[in-house]
């Protein structure tokens, strides 16, 4: 149960290659592998092109959540194997979107100088984004890029899109967070033993102020162990709530009601701060994209019942924005 309460919270800590996981090709579409390489990483992804479609279509970048995640969705070491991304670019696909998702660095089949955890910062996730949707931009395939980003990956996303004013032309964000990370994560801490939380919430704020903590007490090591001290740094800095105000283009906010590691205050709070941004709550939606009740122990089958479909509304949501886009 506490492995539950702290997945969030675990993802930083696991590091090493994961295996993809395999699925069943959508007869809709043709997947084939694409590759990007970008400054500092290699990275590895898959294609989804709807099939039966003339002349150009817009594409989806799917940018995966919290911790090591691979382009399907899935963690052997976090044990999810829901396969969400994978439905999602075959839901998509039907709708005659094409996307694009990928292997985050040192996960699966993509790569960076060194592959060390201590060497990761929160920007270097950002500098890839914008190396795919540069590549994106270069393929005489498709008409329009939208930037999706999911938990974690939905500020990657917004930075990401931000950035690439000439290049994206859409974003969306699925249950992003809308608070300072080290706000957050302190949140998700409340539900341990009162040690580990108040030791956490003091590393956590020197953190805040740029003084990593090399001395860690082994009760702590697995949420704030010294390796990633620095990424969390690199990601405590930015504020989603100001950064969503910096992207200049159509924006979707979705949130799970049904989300047991990001609630819908996130999804208002980002909202609130881009009034312009359509938003929609999907009633019963968590984390993994399907229709799950609250109940915590039910909730977390789903993430490894890969053949459940995902919440309809979610695809709708996303494919009348895509198509609406001018």
Excluded at 19 to 44: H, W
Excluded at 131 to 144: A, H, P
Excluded at 150 to 169: F, I, P, Q, R
Excluded at 189 to 214: C, E, H, P, T
Aim: one cysteine or more; proline letters at 4%; glycine letters at 8%.
């Amino acid at each position: 149960m506490n492995r539950i309460c702290c997945f969030v919270l675990a993802v930083f800590l696991i590091s090493g290659l994961f295996a993809q996981a395999q699925g069943q090709a959508n007869p809709s579409s043709t997947e084939t592998p694409f590759a990007v390489k970008t400054l500092s990483a290699s990275l590895s992804g898959t294609l989804t092109i709807p099939d039966g479609v003339s002349g150009k279509v817009p594409v989806v970048l799917i940018i995966s959540g919290t911790g090591p995640i691979d382009r399907n969705g899935n963690s052997e070491k976090l044990r999810i194997s829901s396969n969400a991304y994978k439905l999602l670019a075959g839901d998509l696909a039907k709708g005659g979107i094409a996307s694009f998702r990928y292997d985050k660095r040192m996960v699966g089949q993509s790569h960076a100088g060194g592959d060390k955890e201590d060497n990761l910062r929160f920007d270097d996730y950002v500098d890839d984004a914008i190396g795919v949707i540069n590549s994106l931009k270069e393929d005489k395939r498709f008409s329009k890029i939208i930037v999706l980003g999911h938990a974690e990956g939905a500020l990657v996303g917004m930075l990401a899109a931000a950035d690439t004013e000439d290049a994206s032309n859409a974003y969306i964000s699925i249950d992003g967070v809308g608070r300072h990370a080290d706000v957050y994560l302190k949140e998700q801490m409340k539900s341990q033993a009162a040690y580990i939380s108040d030791g956490f919430n003091k590393i956590m704020d020197s953190l805040r102020v740029g003084s990593v903590q090399k001395k860690v007490d082994i009760s702590l090591y697995q949420y704030i162990r010294p390796n990633i001290q620095n990424y969390l740094i690199s990601w405590i800095r930015f504020d989603p709530t100001d950064e969503i105000r910096n992207v200049k283009k159509p924006i979707l906010i979705i949130q799970g009601t049904s989300d047991l590691q990001i609630p819908v205050i996130d999804g208002d709070k980002l909202k609130r701060s881009k009034s312009s941004a359509t938003y929609t709550v999907l009633r019963g939606m968590n984390y993994v994209f399907r229709d799950a009740p609250v109940d915590k122990e039910k909730n977390l089958a789903t993430y490894n019942q890969p053949e459940l479909p995902l919440k309809p509304e979610l695809v709708t949501a996303i494919v009348d924005f895509v198509k609406g886009l001018k």
